[in-house]
Nanobody, 122 residues
Framework: VQLVESGGGLVTAGGSLRLSCAAS?????MGWFRQTPGKEREFVAA????????YYAESVKGRFTISRDNAKNTVYLQMNNLKPEDTALYYC???????????????????WGQGTQVTVSS
């Protein structure tokens, strides 16, 4: 499965962006992570295939929303009230084998996109 992210860009603080991640085939649990230079990849949000439960990092709760369109094999991350500390390279991740493992850790996924840059200016 290939994942292609889009929707990143430059936005001023308080603004919004919607990231998209299109999968080339059906996937199961999906998530978003982000990374800044010199730091480890950080969990942002995840969506369980079975039951549709969502998970969010504390830092983005109430501001970000993860959703998916199964017909399009696409997952979205709506990001509102963006802050400069949200600046990062955002990665989409997918579990293509229905492994049902921890979705808040990178180890829970076996497929990754190339990343899309989000920059929030103050």
């Amino acid at each position: 499965v290939q994942l292609v992210e889009s929707g990143g860009g430059l936005v001023t603080a308080g603004g919004s962006l919607r990231l998209s991640c299109a999968a080339s085939a059906r996937t199961f649990d999906m998530g978003w992570f982000r990374q800044t230079p010199g730091k480890e990849r950080e969990f942002v949000a995840a969506l369980r295939w079975s039951g549709g439960r969502t998970y969010y990092a504390e830092s983005v709760k109430g501001r970000f929303t993860i959703s998916r369109d199964n017909a399009k094999n696409t997952v979205y991350l709506q990001m509102n009230n963006l802050k400069p500390e949200d600046t990062a390279l955002y990665y989409c991740a997918a579990d293509q084998w229905d492994s049902r493992v921890v979705v808040t850790e990178p180890s829970g996924y076996d497929c990754w996109g190339q990343g899309t840059q989000v920059t929030v200016s103050s």
